[in-house]
């Protein structure tokens, strides 16, 4: 079943309308007909299962008929943040798609000393717009009841006042040792803890970076004796998080 997102005020008692880029994807794309039956999310994590009623106002608009309302149950009770160092264009596309189909909470672009890509104000604006979409885009195919946000770029230090006021703060590191004390770090997470993940660029952290970081109050832990690419690091992260902490 196809799935939209809809600001509340856009949802009522008995209707529900759909509009902008949406509407076309849905009567010129999908080709969907008065009568299909669709999954929309408002953003405050309820789902309605929905029956289209008319395509009004010359095609701008979905009208669509409240069928049944519920509580949308797709999203981990913890808020995960995903601090990722700034990667090249293509990867940071398929880290977002992959840590919003996971669960992820809200994506933070981090510029780190290591990182390859170098973004001024207005191409940082321009790539954030399109991460977004994509965001979107995957929490359309994931089922989520929201769409999580992709911050604009953040500066190292901004990253780690942004992080302060969290519950818990990893930080996935190729020096790091000690599988079993990772291992009682992850153990130790419960079902609504705010959680920050570190994930340093292509070119790893600087030990500096590291010192800061742990002077921050973020932990360390270890991945495997296997180095990961930057776009592995943080989906192998949130695969094990979610299996964790998946009610």
């Known amino acids: 079943m196809q799935h939209f997102f809809v600001p509340p005020s856009q949802a009522?008692?008995?209707?529900?309308?759909?509009?902008?880029?949406?509407?076309?994807?849905?009567?010129?794309?999908?080709?969907?007909?008065?009568?299909?039956?669709?999954?929309?999310?408002d953003g405050n994590n309820c789902r309605y299962l929905c029956r289209i009623k008319e395509y009004a106002d010359d095609g701008e608009e979905a009208v669509l008929t409240i069928v049944n309302r519920q509580e949308n149950d797709t999203e981990l009770s913890s808020k995960i943040y995903?601090?990722?160092?700034?990667?090249?264009?293509?990867?940071?596309?398929?880290?977002?798609?992959?840590?919003?189909?996971?669960?992820?909470?809200?994506?933070?672009?981090?510029?780190?000393?290591?990182?390859?890509?170098?973004?001024?104000?207005?191409?940082?604006?321009?790539?954030?717009?399109?991460?977004?979409?994509?965001?979107?885009?995957?929490?359309?195919?994931?089922?989520?009841?929201i769409v999580p946000e992709v911050r604009n770029v953040s500066a190292w230090k901004e990253a780690l006042w942004a992080a302060r006021e969290l519950d818990v703060l990893l930080l996935p590191y190729e020096l790091a040792k000690g599988m079993a004390e990772t291992k009682e770090i992850l153990a130790s997470i419960r079902p609504g803890s705010s959680i920050g993940i570190f994930i340093g660029p292509e070119g790893g952290f600087e030990k500096e970076e590291v010192e800061e970081a742990m002077a921050a109050g973020v932990r360390p832990v270890t991945l495997g004796r296997r180095i990961l690419r930057t776009e592995t690091a943080g989906i192998t992260t949130l695969s094990v998080l979610m299996f964790q902490l998946e009610e």
């Open 12 to 41: 009522g008692e008995t209707e529900i309308k759909i509009t902008g880029s949406d509407v076309n994807h849905m009567k010129n794309v999908l080709r969907m007909k008065p009568g299909e039956e669709v999954s929309v999310s």
């Open 82 to 145: 995903l601090f990722q160092g700034l990667p090249k264009q293509e990867k940071m596309e398929l880290i977002v798609q992959k840590a919003v189909e996971l669960g992820v909470y809200q994506i933070i672009p981090v510029a780190m000393k290591r990182c390859v890509v170098r973004l001024d104000e207005k191409k940082a604006q321009k790539k954030t717009k399109r991460w977004q979409e994509i965001s979107k885009s995957a929490a359309k195919q994931a089922g989520r009841g």
